[in-house]
């Protein structure tokens, strides 16, 4: 895919997740969103079990599942309708898309560069911090334009 056309579609991607940053502060109740939820409600386990159609055995494996993020997308979708509510799923990025790529391909890059420094060295012939710099931002530029996929070929 052409750089311009991914760096487009993380654009994109980037505005719809600013929606989700102020969810990313919240942490979940210490026994759980479901149980939290079913509580606050006044939902006793039974009537969950029979709103989900399984044994009321199953929504206390549920609610502990959920603290141990052992749930599958489907029953948390399912359970939060079973109890009126909507099942938002989000990945929220810990900075920018823009931020993990150009750090991804730095590391790249550096590690790269690392071997070329060191027979440079050998040589005596070591590029100052400000040249090394410019140096690495250059292949910054140059890969994230030429391959930008391939930044995620080493697991830097």
């Known amino acids: 895919m052409k ?3 991914i760096k487009l579609i993380r654009e994109q991607t980037s505005e719809k997740l600013k929606k989700f ?3 990313a502060e919240i942490n979940m109740p210490f026994r759980g969103w479901i149980r939290s939820i079913r509580q606050s409600l006044g939902m006793n386990t039974r009537q969950l079990a029979e709103r989900i159609d399984v044994k009321r055995q199953r929504v206390s494996e549920i609610e502990k599942e959920e603290v141990k993020g052992n749930l599958t997308v489907e029953t ?12 938002v799923y989000a990945l929220i990025p810990a900075t920018t898309l823009e931020n993990i790529v150009r750090r991804q391909a730095e590391l790249v890059v550096e590690k790269r560069m690392k071997r070329v420094s060191h027979s440079m060295a050998l040589e005596k012939q070591e590029l100052s911090l400000k040249e090394k710099q410019k140096a690495v931002d250059d292949a ?8 930008p996929g391939s930044i995620w070929d080493d697991k830097s």
């Open 76 to 87: 948390l979708r399912k359970t939060a309708e079973a109890m009126g509510c909507k099942f």
């Open 3 to 5: 750089y311009s056309k």
């Open 140 to 147: 910054v530029e140059k890969i994230l334009h030429d391959d």
């Open 21 to 23: 940053n102020p969810l």
